[in-house]
């Protein structure tokens, strides 16, 4: 079992930057692969990025998000990140982590855990 707890959502202008965390509880963090979906108003919830459990951290991103956003992994402290640069209105959403994918990783239902959601607004 895991739980996983999202934060650092909030407001932020066009150009931007905000820096969202997830941390997890449970099972042993470190052997999981992790990733960030979004889901704006109206819409269905999209795959923004993953990154494996390997050592070297293979990282995974949606192509609207390319060259803006960077995921990361802090295993000692159980905990997840998502620095989101250069912020577009486009990026308004809730952002949900998730872990521990059996398939395709960029579609929802290939993820086991889930958490709350944070958040995030981006005015123009």
């Known amino acids: 079992q895991v739980q996983l707890v999202e934060s650092g959502g909030g407001l932020a202008q066009a150009g931007g930057s905000l820096r969202l965390s997830c941390a997890a509880s449970?099972?042993?963090?470190?052997?999981?692969?992790l990733g960030w979906f979004r889901q704006a108003l109206g819409k269905e919830r999209e795959f923004v990025a993953a990154?494996?459990?390997?050592?070297?951290?293979?990282?995974f991103y949606a192509d609207s998000v390319k060259g803006r956003f960077t995921i990361s992994r802090d295993n000692a402290k159980n905990t997840v990140y998502l620095q989101m640069n250069s912020l577009k209105p486009e990026d308004t959403a809730v952002y949900y982590c998730?872990?521990?994918?059996?398939?395709?990783?960029?579609?929802?239902?290939?993820?086991?855990?889930w958490g709350q959601g944070t958040q995030v607004t981006v005015s123009s």
């Open positions: 990154i494996a459990a390997n050592s070297v951290g293979s990282s």
């Open positions: 998730a872990a521990d994918p059996d398939g395709d990783y960029k579609t929802v239902v290939a993820w086991e855990f």
């Open positions: 449970g099972r042993t963090f470190s052997v999981l692969p």
